[in-house]
């Protein structure tokens, strides 16, 4: 089979394509022809060495959609699954053609659910429904910021949170990203570049639930809560430090929670897939490319530029 690896840490042009031995799967796997798959940063930050992997060469890709290629443990030849944990199955993640994933691991793709629209919910759908949900504990009624609405998490995060009953207020950089949130459904959208994002919302009478996905704002999101409030750390896009106010920290009675790199059930999983497949909730893509365009999807990633994700197709 073919995949898209990378020998050694590096840019993307390391990202290679090679010719490699098909999985063999164990008793408890089920075999998969993968489809499509996506980038995510965690890609990027594993393939430059700032996220060491175990071995190398290395395949990346924590999602995989694809179709079972045959019978086993209770999945039938030709049925259409998706996983957000294919960098655990054998035969590498879904920058490879082929995977022996766990059945325990998938999820099935609705009727009318797309295999570009089941990947690009997939983990970022994730880790949102982990956030606000496992972790966050959002419910009707509630006030929650989700930072870097433009993100992959940010699109689908506003998107379930608002299903939820949820006040959302979101950040964007432009007034073209901040179109594009306001028709995700988020209430209110403060621009991080000009605006003081704590305060801004404090005076519009603050949040319960903060997801935090640039870590380096951590006191913003601690200004921007109401006493008692929560924040689930789950992303550092602007870095790894921030420096905070312990005492406005303390007296707010502030939670902040370490989400890390989260995955919800596959139960839930599946629950999303079918809020995708009831179009109340809308995977964002922002390109579709071939995967042997592994290397330029990477760079356009790294941009910050897009708004969704991006879809990577073998063929």
């Given at each position: ?39 995510n940063?965690?890609?990027?930050y ?11 060469p ?22 259409r ?33 797309t ?17 606000l ?14 930072w870097a609405?433009?993100?992959g ?41 000009n ?17 935090e ?14 006493m ?5 750390l ?12 312990t ?20 139960e ?5 897939l ?32 897009l ?9």
């Amino acid at each position: 089979m073919k995949a898209v690896q990378f020998a050694q840490y590096g840019g993307p042009e390391v990202l290679q394509v090679q010719e490699v031995p098909d999985p063999i799967p164990d008793d408890t796997d089920v075999l998969i022809q993968v489809k499509v798959t996506t980038v995510n940063r965690l890609d990027l930050y594993q393939r430059n060495g700032s996220r060491p992997v175990g071995k190398l060469p290395f395949t990346p890709g924590r999602e995989a959609a694809g179709v079972v290629i045959k019978d086993s443990n209770g999945f039938r030849a030709g049925e259409r699954v998706m996983t957000t944990r294919a960098s655990d199955a054998k035969g590498g993640g879904g920058y490879a053609s082929m995977i022996a994933a766990p059945a325990t691991d998938l999820v099935r793709i609705p009727d009318g659910v797309t295999f570009e629209e089941a990947v690009a919910a997939g983990l970022t759908a994730s880790t949102a429904w982990a956030s606000l949900f496992d972790l966050g504990y959002a419910k009707a009624g509630e006030r929650v910021l989700i930072w870097a609405g433009s993100s992959g998490v940010g699109t689908i995060a506003i998107q379930l949170a608002k299903h939820a009953g949820c006040w959302v207020v979101t950040t964007a950089g432009s007034e073209d990203k901040a179109s594009a949130l306001r028709h995700l459904g988020a209430d209110m959208i403060v621009n991080h570049r000009n605006e003081k994002v704590g305060q801004v919302i404090s005076h519009a009478n603050g949040v319960n639930l903060v997801i935090e996905l640039v870590s380096t704002t951590l006191q913003d999101s601690l200004d921007a809560c109401v006493m008692d409030g929560r924040i689930v750390l789950i992303g550092n896009l602007g870095g790894q430090q921030a420096t905070v106010d312990t005492q406005a920290w303390r007296l707010k009675r502030v939670r902040v929670i370490g989400g890390g790199v989260i995955n919800t059930s596959p139960e839930n999983e599946q629950r999303i897939l079918q809020l995708v497949a009831e179009k109340a909730v809308t995977p964002i893509i922002a390109q579709i490319m071939p995967i042997e365009q592994a290397a330029e999807a990477h760079q356009l990633q790294a941009s910050g530029q897009l708004l969704g994700k991006i879809v990577l197709l073998h063929r």
